[in-house]
């Protein structure tokens, strides 16, 4: 077996190209996927008009001030912004491509605001023109537009029922208001009841007015207790929720660090499935494997060796692309011996789907195809989240990325990368019996196959 | 010769490829020195047989048994066989040494050295030792294919179609070099579409038809009309 191995590595060394592209390729696609998985959105491009004059943006009602322009600055936080001489030219951007949305604000849309708050009629209207070339971006900027939008509503929302809520309180306690430059004191309904609940004492039960005035109590103290109750609640209807986010496992794996292991194991996989399928495909199309099996190697010794050669090959590469790595993205470099140990367990894992699908192949092209054809569903399937599918097709990605050792290679690598859960225990283990059962098929495929 | 102890003896061989039938009961010995020519249409089981006799397949049934004082070897008849497949079986991107030092170590040769020198004299290919095999020549790999076969000195030497690719003057130097090998007491069992080659080059005539042994006799016998 030695002796295969190291004729395997004198063949590597010397095709050049094919270790090249075998290095170069997982490498950057690893990487890529690992970082575009983790990173944040890109900001959409916006074409802005907005015909709201500098310093007329605020929206005034009862003595409450709210300044639109702050939401504003939110959203260009939240966006590229591309300003926009008028509606047509930001409109023309979209055309072009050079925006993927514009946002139309009207020149009057201060004014409708403050028309609603104070009559109630009216429905203030800003214009998103949407790119209809990419569905996907055109969700994106959409959602980025419409998040910003919805706060704009929320903090008028708030502000108006405060203010309904502070009226509310001058009606029930009394108080002094500022109208037309003018201040003028409010009774309140407390002050009220105090006086004519006073009043009736000093009629007496046989005054005629006394009957009537008790009425008068009777409402006000009905009054006094339900707006008592409602001022609180309305002042909550404007945040109804507040969002106690809670983590199960105390710690969670961070984005960057999860991206690094996406992008090891995405590493590992591509080189110990091509590798693996394809050095054992290569003893096939150049006519050795017969003579090899001719009482020199057992089948068995055969797989062992090209397992062995895979990870070999595959497990200090990755080791070094993670260490390099670790270098802008914080791993934990005190759990190393796990690392080795969760990348070696994978890469044995994926060996053996290697040679299982080389067994398959005639020759190196189809084992190959093959291996590729296999490692990119089951890369993708396994990133999927299967929180984000129905019911039905939840369960077979979840029966598929099981079957197949990307899920559980990730999470060792996970957690060896970084020590938070889920443990490094189970994957090992269920690396370990997808490494025997793949073995297994890979020697029965050798068997079935080795006739023809 | 045909009195000499037999170095191979194959017993009722059966092979089966699902449900078609490969070889049928097909019995014959060859003794030390003995220069034999496997002939039949194509898909009359010649390379089955080989590869049954090489160890590279095994049979359903029958047994290949190398000279009485080995034992039965119904799946790996042992290194005394060397087998040169009719594709050259060979790392194209290892030079003519490294091969030939691949296999003697594989085959567990004692002197791998002496062994890989002995084969680099005996087939010519000095010249050519640090060459890689994909660089070759059709002629020079089936020569390289022979000598890998020759390693371990065995006493029965099988080939299928080795001169299958050769120019004539490529299968001139080879059957002269076989020739050799049956005069020095090899016992050389080969298949071969070329009825020409099987009536100058063979002691004895093999014929399969259908995974039948059908003749087994001198080529002067033979009823080549078959």
Redesign the interface.
């Known amino acids: 077996m030695f002796?295969?191995l190291l004729?395997d590595l004198?063949?590597l060394r010397?095709?050049p190209v094919l270790v090249g592209t075998l290095v170069l390729y997982p490498a950057i696609i690893g990487v890529l996927i690992g970082f575009a998985l983790s990173s944040p959105p890109g900001k959409p491009k916006v074409a802005i008009y907005s015909g709201v004059p500098t310093g007329h943006s605020v929206v005034a009602f009862g003595g409450e001030k709210l300044d639109v322009a702050t939401y504003a600055r939110d959203l260009y936080r939240s966006v590229t912004p591309i300003r926009a001489s008028s509606p047509a030219a930001a409109v023309a951007d979209v055309r072009s491509g050079r925006a993927l949305a514009a946002l139309i604000i009207p020149t009057d849309i201060v004014g409708q605001i403050q028309d609603l708050i104070r009559t109630g009629v009216g429905d203030p209207t800003v214009q998103i023109v949407l790119n209809d070339r990419n569905p996907l971006e055109r969700d994106l900027v959409q959602q980025a537009i419409q998040t910003r939008v919805d706060d704009v509503q929320a903090a008028i929302t708030r502000q108006v029922l405060k203010t309904v809520v502070g009226d509310l309180r001058l009606v029930l306690t009394g108080g002094t208001i500022n109208l037309l430059g003018h201040t003028l004191n409010l009774l309140g309904l407390e002050n009220t009841r105090t006086i004519v609940a006073s009043a009736v004492d000093s009629l007496g039960p046989k005054s005629q007015l006394t009957p009537a005035l008790q009425q008068v109590v009777k409402f006000a103290d009905l009054a006094i207790d339900g707006l008592a109750i409602a001022g609180p609640q309305i002042d909550q209807v404007g945040t109804p929720l507040t969002v106690d986010q809670t983590q199960l496992s105390g710690k969670t794996t961070p984005t960057a660090s999860y991206a690094v292991a996406i992008a090891a194991v995405v590493l590992l996989m591509f080189v110990t499935l091509l590798l693996a399928a394809g050095m054992l495909a290569l003893e096939r199309s150049?006519?050795?494997?017969?003579?090899?099996?001719?009482?020199?190697?057992r089948p068995d010794e055969l797989l062992t060796e090209k397992v062995l050669l895979a990870v070999v090959c595959a497990l200090p590469f990755t080791l070094v692309i993670s260490a390099v790595i670790s270098a802008f993205v914080p791993l934990d470099w005190g759990r190393v011996e796990l690392w080795v140990l969760a990348l070696a367990v994978a890469a044995l894992a994926f060996s053996a789907l290697g040679v299982a699908v080389g067994a398959l192949a005639r020759d190196v092209s189809v084992a190959s195809l093959l291996a590729f054809l296999i490692s990119l569903p089951v890369a993708f399937i396994a990133l999927v989240p299967s929180t984000v599918v129905s019911g039905g097709l939840a369960t077979v990605l979840n029966v598929i990325a099981f079957i197949f050792p990307f899920r559980p290679a990730l999470e060792a690598v996970a957690n060896a990368f970084t020590g938070v859960s889920p443990g490094i225990g189970l994957p090992l283990l269920h690396l370990l019996v997808q490494a025997v059962v793949f073995a297994v098929l890979a020697r029965l495929a050798l068997a079935r196959f080795?006739?023809r | 010769m045909g009195h000499a102890a037999a170095a191979l003896s194959v017993e009722s061989v059966r092979r089966r490829f699902g449900d078609r039938v490969a070889l049928q009961d097909v019995s014959f010995e060859l003794v030390p020195g003995e220069l034999v020519a496997l002939i039949g249409p194509n898909g009359a089981g010649k390379t089955t047989l080989l590869s049954i006799i090489a160890g590279a397949l095994s049979p359903n049934d029958g047994h290949v048994r190398l000279n009485p004082s080995q034992p039965t070897h119904p799946h790996h008849p042992g290194r005394s066989i060397g087998w040169v497949p009719q594709q050259p079986a060979l790392y194209s991107k290892l030079t003519v040494a490294e091969n030939l030092r691949l296999f003697a170590r594989l085959e567990r040769v004692e002197d791998v050295d002496a062994a890989v020198e002995r084969m680099l004299d005996q087939t010519d290919l000095r010249a050519r030792a640090a060459e890689q095999v994909g660089r070759l020549s059709g002629g020079n790999q089936q020569r390289v294919n022979v000598a890998i076969a020759l390693l371990s000195a065995p006493e029965i030497l099988l080939l299928d179609e080795p001169s299958a690719s050769l120019d004539p003057r490529q299968r001139a130097r080879l059957w002269e070099f076989i020739g050799q090998l049956a005069d020095e007491g090899t016992g050389v069992l080969y298949s071969t579409h070329d009825v020409l080659e099987a009536q100058h080059h063979a002691d004895r005539v093999l014929a399969l038809d259908h995974g039948r042994l059908v003749f087994s006799g001198s080529p002067a016998d033979m009823d080549w009309s078959f």
């Open positions: 002796w295969l004729k004198r063949i010397r095709s150049e006519n050795a494997y017969r003579r090899l099996l001719s009482g020199m190697v080795a006739d």
